[in-house]
């Protein structure tokens, strides 16, 4: 029997290969696109959430969400991102104090590029090697706990 505060062999286990496995798929995913296209995992995850856009457009609020970042972290990505000519700030139309981030023609080439190849990396070292039951448990198991944290979270971190 565990004692409170401890975790049991089984849930040890559990744990500790999640958080191995979410580690190194990072750092193996990020190390091909980089090798493969030039694009960090950082910069695949804006231009791609922009690129899926009708308008290739988001407010920075609305990219914040979706990418689900803190708000330094998308600062200093945009801005590096603006360096290299990946993405631009405009001003808010309907908002004069908001900043839309708008992917740019070479941002568009970059991630037009990158998405197959990527596509392909996920499919290779992920899907491939986990059964449509494994896939489909993975994806209820994501879902429990992501409900879970939107129920337990405090009010001050949004």
């Not at 980089?34 to 995992?41: A, E, F, H, Q, Y």
């Not at 070479?106 to 899907?127: M, N, Q, S």
């Amino acid at each position: 029997m565990t004692e409170p505060g401890e975790l049991s062999d089984r849930e040890r286990r559990a744990w500790y290969a999640f958080l191995t496995m979410q580690e190194d798929l990072r750092r193996h995913m990020n190390r091909q696109l980089l090798n493969d296209t030039g694009l960090s995992l950082a910069d695949y995850a804006v231009l791609s959430t922009l690129w899926m856009q009708p308008d290739n457009s988001l407010r920075v609020f609305e990219l914040r969400e979706r990418l689900r970042w803190e708000k330094t972290r998308l600062t200093h990505q945009i801005s590096r991102m603006v360096t290299r000519g990946q993405v631009e700030r405009n001003p808010c139309a309907d908002d004069p104090r908001g900043q839309q981030i708008t992917l740019t023609p070479a941002g568009h080439e970059a991630i037009t590029k990158a998405v197959p190849l990527h596509i392909d990396y996920v499919r290779r070292v992920f899907l491939d090697v986990v059964t449509p039951r494994q896939l489909d448990s993975l994806a209820a198991l994501s879902e429990a706990v992501l409900d879970n944290l939107t129920t337990d979270e405090d009010p001050a971190d949004t």
